[in-house]
C-alpha cells in the first residue's frame, strides 16, 4: 500500500516508505544520544553513588576519576568493537536484519545493568554490551538510509541520524531531572535504564517492514529485488519499470558491475588501494576517520557527559536543569541542521562551523580559568552561554553533517568497512574524551577547553583542504568526482556528472541514448558487450564519460 504513494520533494517523486524508513532508522539515533545523556544525570544522583562509588574514608562516598572514567567510557570500547563487527553483520544478513541483531546486544546490555546491585564492575560491564549494539547500529543506520534514500533528500534523511541522537540526549535529560525527587531509590537509575529497552523496540521491529537496501540486494546480483525495493521507495510498486526507476537503477548497475569485476573488498584494501585501484580509495578511508575522531574532540560530549559534573563544579544552582537546557538547545537547532545540509552542502556549514565553535570554546576555557565560576556568577552564566553558543554550532552543523558524509563518501566495493573505520574512530574519540575528561579536568580544570579549541581549529582544515562537496549528486556519481583528475576540494562544488546540464538537471538526450538497453540484459548501453580491461575492470566498449567543472 504504502509503496504506491509518493511525496514530491525537491523536483522528484520520494515514496512514503523512503519517509518512513528514514524515520524507523532514525530510532538508532535515539538511543545513541539517549544512553550518552542518561550517564550525566546517573552520577550525581544519591543512590548510584551509595551502590557504586568508592568509600571516602570519612564514611561517605563519591567517584574516584579513574572509575568514574571507567564506567562512562568502556560503553564506548564496547560502540568501537560494535562498529567494527556491523560491517560484517551488513554484509552477511543484510542491513536490515543487522539492524535487529544490534538493537537485541542493546536490550540485553541494558537488563545487565538494571540488575547491578552493589558492583561498579557489573554496571560498566552492563554499559559495554549495550555500546556493542549502539556500535553496530551507528554503523548500520547511516549506511542504510543512504543507500536507500533518494538522492533529492538523502541529505536531510541521514541528518535526522542526528536529530534523534539529540531528541534521545533531551529526553535522557528531562527523565533525570524528573527522577532526581526520587535518587534515594534504585528506582531513579533504573527507570532511566529501563525505558532505554522499550523505546528500542519500534526500530527492531520496524526495520523488518520497510525495503531492503537496493544497493545490497544489486551486490548480490539480485536485480529484480533491487528494482523492487528502489520502485518502493520511489513509491512506485506498481510501475517498477519507470524511467524514473530505471534511471537511478541504470547508475548504480554501471557503478557496482565495474565494482563487482574485481571481486569483493577488504579491510586491507581500505588502506593500500588495491587490488581494485578505484580512486582515492585510501584518502576517502583517512578522511572519514579524521571527520568522526575530530567530531568527538570538537568537545560535544564534554558538556553531555560530565555537563552536569562540570556545572555544579562552577557552582551552578541546578546543573541538571542546565544539563536540560543545552539538550534543548541542541534538539532546537539539529532542525535548522537539516536545512542547511541541503540548502549549503556539507563543506561550508562544516568549516563555518567548527571555527565558530573554537571561538566559543576559547570564551569558556578563558572565563573559566581567569575568574572563579564558583564564587563568580557573572564567569558562570557567561560559561553556560558560551556551552548554549558551541551546542547551537554543532548541532547544526557537525552533529549531522559528519554523519551524512561517511554514508555518501565511500565506494559499494568497501563502504561498509569504511564506514565502520569512520565510526570506530569516532568511538574511539569518545572513549578517549570520556576516559580522560575526569581526570584531565582534576588536572587541568578549565584549561581542558583549550584542547578542544585546537581540535576544532584542525578539523576545519581538514574539511576545506581534503572534504569533496557531494551535495544533490547520488551515490555512484560522488564516487567518479573523487577520481576525476583536476577536480580540488574547494572547487569540488562545480562539477557536473556526465549526463547532467547541471547537479540537479538531466541531460535527457544523453540519458535516453545512455538506457537503450535497460538492467538485467546481458548488453550494455549502446548495445555494447562488456568485456574486461587488463586491470580487471569492466569495460563498456566505449570511452568513459567524465565530469565537468562549471
Known amino acids: 500500500m504504502l509503496g504506491r504513494k509518493s511525496i514530491r520533494v525537491n523536483g522528484a517523486d520520494c515514496g512514503v516508505e523512503a519517509l518512513i524508513l528514514g ?22 544522583f544519591s543512590d548510584f553513588i551509595n551502590r557504586f562509588g568508592q568509600d571516602q574514608g570519612d ?15 568502556l560503553m564506548s570500547i564496547g560502540t568501537l568493537i560494535g562498529a567494527l563487527s556491523g560491517a560484517y553483520t551488513a554484509d552477511w544478513w543484510g542491513r536490515r536484519k543487522s539492524l535487529s541483531f544490534g538493537v537485541c546486544v542493546f536490550c540485553i546490555g541494558n537488563i545487565i545493568q538494571i540488575t547491578a546491585m ?41 541528518a535526522t541520524y542526528q536529530l534523534l541522537i539529540t531528541f534521545g540526549i533531551l529526553v535522557s535529560n528531562i527523565i533525570n531531572y524528573g527522577v532526581r525527587t526520587i535518587e534515594d531509590s534504585s528506582a531513579s537509575w533504573r527507570i532511566v535504564i529501563g525505558l532505554g529497552i522499550a523505546f528500542s523496540l519500534p526500530l527492531g521491529i520496524g526495520i523488518l517492514l520497510v525495503p531492503e537496501s537496493p544497493r545490497w540486494l544489486a551486490g548480490r546480483h539480485d536485480w529484480d529485488g533491487a528494482r523492487m525495493s528502489m520502485a518502493r521507495l520511489r513509491g512506485m510498486k506498481d510501475d517498477p519499470k519507470n524511467p524514473l526507476v530505471e534511471r537511478d537503477l541504470q547508475e548504480m548497475y554501471n557503478n557496482i558491475e565495474k565494482e563487482k569485476s574485481v571481486g569483493v573488498g577488504s579491510w586491507l584494501e ?39 559534573t562540570i556545572f555544579a563544579s562552577a557552582g551552578v544552582d541546578d546543573p541538571i536543569q542546565t544539563q536540560l537546557i543545552l539538550g534543548a538547545v541542541n534538539v532546537a537547532l539539529t532542525f535548522y541542521g537539516l536545512y542547511v545540509v541541503e540548502k549549503y552542502g556539507r563543506r561550508w556549514p562544516l568549516f563555518i562551523g567548527a571555527l565558530w565553535q573554537a571561538a566559543w570554546l576559547f570564551v569558556f576555557a578563558s572565563v573559566g580559568t581567569a575568574m572563579d565560576p ?17 551546542i547551537a554550532s554543532f548541532a547544526g552543523t557537525w552533529g549531522p553533517i559528519a554523519w551524512v558524509v561517511i554514508g555518501e563518501t565511500f565506494p559499494l566495493r568497501t563502504r561498509a568497512k569504511q564506514a565502520s573505520l569512520a565510526t570506530a574512530s569516532n568511538w574511539f574519540g569518545n572513549f578517549l574524551l570520556s576516559f580522560l575528561t575526569p581526570i584531565a579536568t582534576d588536572a587541568i580544570s578549565y584549561n581542558f577547553g583549550y584542547v ?18 557531494s551535495r544533490t549528486l547520488s551515490l555512484e556519481n560522488v564516487d567518479r568526482m573523487y577520481g576525476e583528475k583536476g577536480v580540488k576540494p574547494w572547487t569540488s562544488s562545480k562539477w557536473t556528472p556526465p549526463g547532467y546540464i ?29 568485456e574486461k580491461t587488463h586491470s580487471g575492470v569492466a569495460s563498456e566498449g566505449r570511452r568513459e564519460d567524465v565530469g565537468r567543472v562549471v
Open 23 to 44: 524515520a524507523v532508522t532514525s530510532i538508532g539515533g535515539f538511543l545513541f544520544g539517549y544512553d550518552t545523556g542518561q550517564i550525566s544525570g546517573m552520577l550525581l
Open 59 to 73: 564514611g561517605t562516598k563519591d567517584w574516584q576519576p579513574i572509575i568514574k572514567s571507567l564506567l562512562v567510557s
Open 118 to 158: 552493589n558492583s561498579w564492575v557489573h554496571m560498566m560491564m552492563g554499559r559495554f554490551v549495550a555500546g556493542l549494539g549502539i556500535g553496530n547500529l551507528s554503523v548500520g543506520v547511516p549506511m542504510f538510509q543512504s543507500e536507500c534514500s533518494p538522492r533529492e533528500i538523502r541529505g536531510a534523511v541521514v
Open 270 to 308: 581500505c588502506f593500500t588501494g588495491k587490488p581494485s585501484g578505484i580512486p582515492k580509495l585510501v584518502y576517502r578511508t583517512f578522511l572519514g576517520i579524521g571527520i568522526h575522531f575530530l567530531q568527538q574532540f570538537t568537545g560535544v560530549n564534554y558538556f553531555f557527559y560530565y555537563g552536569a
Open 374 to 390: 564558583e564564587n563568580n556568577r557573572t564567569a558562570g552564566i557567561v560559561m553556560i552561554v558560551s556551552a548554549c553558543m558551541f
Open 452 to 469: 578542544f579549541a585546537g581540535c576544532n581549529l584542525a578539523a576545519a582544515a581538514l574539511v576545506w583542504f581534503f572534504l569533496y562537496e
Open 502 to 530: 547541471t547537479r540537479k538537471q538531466r541531460d535527457e538526450t544523453y540519458h535516453e541514448d545512455d538506457d537503450a538497453t535497460r538492467v538485467g540484459s546481458h548488453e550494455t548501453p549502446r548495445g555494447k558487450s562488456i
